[in-house]
């Protein structure tokens, strides 16, 4: 149990258009979804942290314009990469917690992004 | 094998040794540790967790220990095998209203066959 899964796996898109990615837990239901970033042969950086129902938690320096994320459902997540520039090309990795166990995070298998 | 964690990102090992990634932590408030696994290309695998009232635990082939006076955590594999090759993290959950998790830099073990 507890599987996460993230659509699409890869993405490549052109500069000033927008990415939408999915993040969805399978057989649980996730009160709490996190999205994070990682850069090549770096660590994960939280991006932002979001509860079902309510709006998304910004970690300082992420432009809650420009990263769209709704929590619409238990088991549905979902970041939007607004305007995308080639800096944004990056690893974006998903996690959800469950209410029976919130301090444990389950990872998605992450979504390559590369702007062009 | 022994790493220094943040001083030796590339911990190299002959199959069937074992393995010992180290890590530090800053938050003394932190009360809950957990060392993931990450392949090439996907998300984290968890693999052990310890809380702040234990001091070592033990899984199938890996044990986590964990000293509080020096912030200091350790993931230990016994018999490393080539499915081990992966970078590891330790991460580090801060008390507070949600579960925040704060990852470390992460350790790439190579194990040679």
């Known amino acids: 149990g507890a599987v996460v899964s993230q659509h699409p796996s890869r993405v490549i898109c052109k500069s000033g258009t927008s990415v939408k990615i999915e993040c969805r837990s399978l057989?649980?239901?996730?009160?709490?979804m996190f999205w994070y970033r990682q850069f090549p042969k770096k660590s994960l950086m939280l991006m932002a942290t979001?509860?079902?129902?309510?709006?998304?938690?910004?970690e300082q320096g992420v432009e809650k314009d420009k990263f769209l994320i709704n929590h619409a459902s238990l088991t549905l997540s979902t970041l939007t990469v607004t305007s995308a520039h080639p800096e944004d090309s990056s690893f974006y990795i998903c996690?959800?917690?469950?209410?029976?166990?919130?301090?444990?995070?389950?990872f998605g298998p992450g979504t390559r992004l590369t702007v062009l | 094998g022994e790493s220094v964690g943040l001083h030796l990102p590339t911990l190299s090992v002959q199959e069937g040794d074992n393995s010992i990634i180290n890590c530090a932590y800053s938050n003394s408030a932190s009360d809950y540790f957990i060392w993931y696994k990450q392949e090439s290309g996907k998300g984290p695998q968890f693999i052990i967790d310890i809380r702040s009232n234990m001091d070592k635990r033990q899984g199938q082939r890996v044990t986590v220990l964990l000293n509080k006076t020096v912030k200091h955590l350790s993931l230990q594999i016994a018999a490393t095998q080539p499915g081990d090759s992966a970078v590891y993290f330790c991460?580090?959950?801060?008390?507070?209203?949600?579960?925040?998790?704060?990852f470390g830099t992460g350790t790439k073990l190579q194990v040679i066959p």
């Open positions: 996690s959800a917690s469950r209410r029976e166990r919130s301090d444990t995070q389950y």
């Open positions: 057989d649980f239901q996730a009160t709490t």
């Open positions: 991460a580090e959950n801060i008390a507070g209203g949600y579960q925040k998790v704060t």
């Open positions: 979001s509860n079902e129902g309510s709006k998304a938690t910004y």
